[in-house]
């Protein structure tokens, strides 16, 4: 009994250091980025190691960060509607080798390449932005997409890798149009309540969520409110916590709902390498980018909005996740989240 109790304490006191250890390194971070808030969720083995908010999530209110803070997720949304298109090809419905003008009858010829699985990609050959976008109008998605259609593509279909935002205004259009809701509604029905996320919404400026987080931005020494973005965009268009993102990690871990083991693998498998280093282990997979950092394979995302910085990093064989939200414009959190990840990997089993 006494054996077991002084092995309790110890395991106690290591990740009562380790957690010491993580807050020093975050704090030494958000100082020399100048960091406002930030939410941090750390997994490893399917056990929480870190949940919780360092600094302001309102600077004039004094309200600070905690792990039911919401933060945008920006472009870690895009993992969203590729697990969405995902659940649509388990279903049937549609195929990643569809031609897009099965969705789009009137876009140009010059489109008859592209494929879904060009889209979630980034190697359809279309624009990044579409023209027609503007970050401080409500839009209807169509509208957005038709604006490019007068558009050359910038390089032939399927031949690299270039980050496309349009791409993924064409996906939640085709996720309306096959499953016959919203893409919010769909994704909200087939993803977010199966995780049991339940703090994870669209963004929507007028509405009144609460534990909303600010963002903001930091120039010339001082801080200033970020100008709120009033357009969805589904290619960053969710809002979330690092506790709704904790659940959404089990599900991605365990493999078991929503998509079946084989096609949650199919999304993180490399289909395109995101550099022309033919050495580099740099690759995208369908919403997912897939690294090496030093020895260990990763899967993830980050994501940046107007006053918001995120970054969701799986390293998927040491069972190590690591959310690192923030709201402040110009933080880097996945040096942030490296970091961390480089102190976890240096310790031990039991501490030994």
Same mark, same amino acid.
């Given at each position: ?22 807050? /020093? /390194? *975050? ?10 808030? @930030? ?10 190691? *870190? ?6 999530? #309102? ?6 960060? #905690? ?8 472009? $870690? ?28 009858? #009137?876009? %140009?010829?010059?489109?008859? %390449? ?16 579409? %023209? ?19 558009? %050359? ?31 919010? #509604? ?21 509405? *009144? @969520? ?31 916590? &690092?506790?709704?993102? $904790? ?10 709902? @929503? ?16 550099? &022309? ?12 980018? $897939? ?7 990763? /899967? ?15 390293? /998927? ?5 690591? *959310? ?19 102190? @976890? ?8």
């Amino acid at each position: 009994m006494l054996k077991n109790l002084i092995f309790l304490l110890f395991l106690y006191s290591n990740l009562v250091a380790q957690v010491d250890s993580v807050d /020093i /390194i *975050v704090q030494n971070q958000m100082t020399k980025q100048n960091i406002t808030g @930030i939410s941090l969720a750390i997994v490893k083995d399917g056990k929480t190691l *870190v949940n919780k908010g360092y600094g302001m999530a #309102n600077m004039e209110l004094r309200v600070p960060v #905690n792990s039911n803070t919401v933060f945008r997720l920006a472009s $870690i949304s895009k993992q969203f509607f590729a697990t969405a298109i995902m659940k649509l090809v388990q279903d049937g419905k549609i195929s990643l080798d569809d031609d897009i003008q099965k969705f789009f009858r #009137n876009a %140009p010829d010059i489109w008859k %390449p592209i494929r879904i699985k060009h889209l979630l990609s980034h190697t359809s050959g279309l624009v990044r932005e579409a %023209p027609g976008y503007e970050n401080f109008k409500i839009q209807s998605d169509m509208s957005i997409i038709k604006s490019a259609y007068d558009l %050359p593509l910038d390089y032939p279909t399927g031949q690299k890798y270039q980050y496309c935002n349009l791409g993924y205004f064409m996906l939640a259009e085709i996720i309306t149009q096959v499953s016959g809701l919203s893409w919010q #509604n769909y994704i909200q029905k087939e993803l977010f309540i199966p995780a049991g996320m339940t703090n994870t919404t669209m963004t929507d400026f007028y509405q *009144v @969520i609460p534990n909303r987080a600010s963002g903001y931005v930091f120039n010339n020494g001082t801080y200033f409110n970020a100008e709120a973005m009033l357009a969805v965009r589904p290619s960053g268009g969710f809002l979330s916590t &690092s506790t709704d993102m $904790i659940r959404w990690d089990k599900v991605l871990r365990e493999k078991k709902i @929503i998509l079946s083991k084989e096609n949650w693998e199919t999304l993180w498998q490399p289909f395109v390498r995101t550099n &022309s280093d033919p050495d580099s282990a740099s690759y995208y997979g369908f919403g997912w980018a $897939i690294d090496d950092y030093r020895g260990h394979k990763s /899967i993830g995302h980050g994501g940046s909005n107007m006053g918001f910085r995120t970054q969701y990093s799986r390293f /998927i064989d040491d069972g190590l996740s690591i *959310v690192v939200l923030t709201n402040t414009n110009g933080a880097n959190p996945d040096k942030i989240a490296k970091e961390l990840a480089s102190y @976890i990997f240096r310790q031990k089993p039991n501490g030994k």
